[in-house]
């Protein structure tokens, strides 16, 4: 199955599919919910909503993001992910990439735009499709939830780390 991405003036921008899951459920329902919220994004430009509605929900998209790198990261650290540090690298330049349009967004100097969203589309299927595909069977192997696992979400979590 392949991503679709829609050049139309649909309310998605990003279809969800098997290609974009890694196969572990924790890090698979916060990709969704990034995805999610990229067409949230993507709703709010198409529909006109204002400078405020697009920069509340990029920067729920900002936080989101930090929070979603901090599980994976801690779960690197946790199960000894020998790849950790080029791929915390990653998430550190894409986090100053966000601060830095941050700061252009607070001085008037650029806007929400479908450019941005471009870019954020681009970025997050490709790490997600390259780079997270990597620590997945890793991951896998040492004992993480596979995707479709029937368990609430702490369960999942708590399976992945210590059971």
Do not use: C
């Not at 290609?19 to 329902?29: A, N, R, Y």
């Not at 969704?32 to 949230?40: C, M, S, T, Y």
């Not at 929900?57 to 790198?69: G, N, P, Q, S």
């Amino acid at each position: 199955m392949t991503v679709t991405h829609l050049a139309t003036a649909s309310d998605t921008l990003i279809e969800w599919s098997d290609t974009l899951s890694v196969g572990i459920q924790e890090i698979d329902d916060q990709h969704r919910f990034l995805v999610d919220l990229l067409n949230k994004l993507h709703r709010a430009i198409h529909q006109r909503q204002g400078t405020a509605a697009t920069e509340t929900i990029l920067m729920e998209l900002v936080d989101y993001t930090k929070i979603h790198f901090a599980v994976e990261e801690s779960l690197m650290r946790i199960l000894g992910y020998p790849a950790y540090d080029e791929h915390k690298q990653q998430h550190d330049h894409l986090i100053d990439e966000i601060h830095e349009l941050q700061d252009k967004l607070a001085s008037g100097k650029a806007s929400v735009t479908f450019e941005l969203l471009h870019f954020l589309r681009t970025w997050l299927t490709k790490h997600i499709m390259e780079e997270d595909q990597h620590y997945s069977p890793f991951f896998l192997s040492r004992g993480a939830v596979a995707t479709g696992a029937n368990q609430s979400v702490a369960g999942r979590l708590w399976k992945s780390l210590f059971g």
